[in-house]
């Protein structure tokens, strides 16, 4: 029975002369299941910690790479931008530093509303172009295939297109019309189905206020033709219609000098541009005659100086007895039974100036 016992195993060490004898150790079985799991997870941090020392220096060098990239992408853009920014400031001066005579920049709204625009759409696409090209070069550095990510862009582009063609066609033309400068803010179009004063240019819609007052928003692509009446210069004419049996060349020396007088009164002598120029008998029929003038004036200042410059050969006709007539009135003149050599104020003989 006493041999069944176990008795713990107890080392005996000897100690050597001298010193004392050593504590005895009781030997402890080791434990297997924890052994063996300190032992995988030593393993997989060796495994791990090799693969990261082979593979550290790729890493960084990537990152570095991604980073570079992504630092001149930003750099690239901002002096774009501001060169940009620039060369509109500059072309802006030299249109103001053009004068008036252009025509086309006379308003300081108009010039600044299609600088801005212009602007802003070529640092748009700068931009667009720029990062553009940053991402797909970030994106191989990350081992992305570009192939496939290019061919479902290029389907997604295409059925965008498709679906929103119309846009497109507006933006497409409110750019080439501000990059022509085909027309401004302040300028007095006729666009086809409208005709009024361009309030605000936009790359898809063009707004016009009408003569009534109405606002229009005309689509940039619905434009198919455009006509600027406040382009450059345009021109005032007036037709002076009297009796056949009116001398002729007394009834131009009156209109040359009615123009002529307009050419010394402020402010009609800024307005006008060159003298008055007659240009001789416009018709003749048996009972009247037409003589035509015109005269060059800044663009939009046509009718202004059209009128007042009837109102002045209307005075001088009226001075030398000499009365207007117009067709309708000699015809109901004939019905009342008036002659050729009625005097003014017979009948309905006499119409407005430049009627």
Request: proline share 5%.
């Amino acid at each position: 029975m006493l041999a069944s016992l176990s008795v713990p195993v107890v080392t005996a060490v000897t100690a050597a002369p001298g010193r004392a004898p050593a504590a005895p150790t009781a030997q402890v079985p080791p434990d297997g299941p924890r052994s063996a799991a300190l032992a995988d997870t030593a393993e997989r941090a060796a495994r791990t910690a090799g693969w990261l020392e082979a593979n550290w220096e790729g890493w960084l060098a990537t990152g570095l790479r991604i980073v570079l990239i992504v630092v001149i992408a930003f750099v690239v853009q901002t002096v774009v931008r501001r060169a940009i920014s620039r060369v509109i400031v500059r072309m802006s001066r030299r249109e103001r530093a053009a004068g008036p005579t252009r025509g086309l920049l006379v308003n300081p709204e108009r010039r600044r509303q299609r600088s801005a625009a212009i602007g802003s759409v070529l640092r748009s696409v700068a931009s667009l172009l720029i990062l553009g090209t940053a991402a797909l070069m970030v994106l191989d550095q990350l081992g992305i295939e570009l192939g496939p990510l290019m061919a479902s862009a290029g389907i997604v582009g295409v059925a965008i297109g498709f679906g929103a063609r119309n846009l497109v066609t507006d933006v497409l033309t409110g750019m080439f019309m501000l990059l022509e400068d085909q027309y401004g803010v302040g300028d007095r179009i006729d666009a086809g189905e409208v005709t009024g004063e361009v309030q605000e240019i936009g790359l898809r819609v063009t707004t016009l206020r009408a003569d009534d007052g109405e606002i229009w928003y005309v689509r940039n692509g619905e434009i198919k033709r455009v006509g600027n009446l406040s382009q450059g210069w345009s021109t005032a004419a007036v037709e002076v219609e009297v009796r056949a049996s009116e001398d002729t060349a007394r009834v131009v020396e009156l209109v040359t000098r009615a123009g002529a007088e307009l050419s010394t009164s402020p402010p009609w002598d800024e307005l006008l541009w060159e003298p008055l120029d007659v240009l001789g008998l416009e018709s003749v029929s048996m009972d009247s005659q037409v003589i035509k003038a015109t005269v060059k004036v800044p663009a939009g200042k046509g009718p202004a100086v059209g009128r007042v410059l009837r109102l002045r050969i209307k005075e001088l006709l009226d001075a030398e007895g000499i009365p207007q007539v117009d067709p309708a009135g000699i015809t109901l003149d004939k019905l009342r039974g008036g002659t050729a050599g009625a005097e003014p104020g017979q009948g309905a003989a006499r119409a407005p100036a430049g009627a």
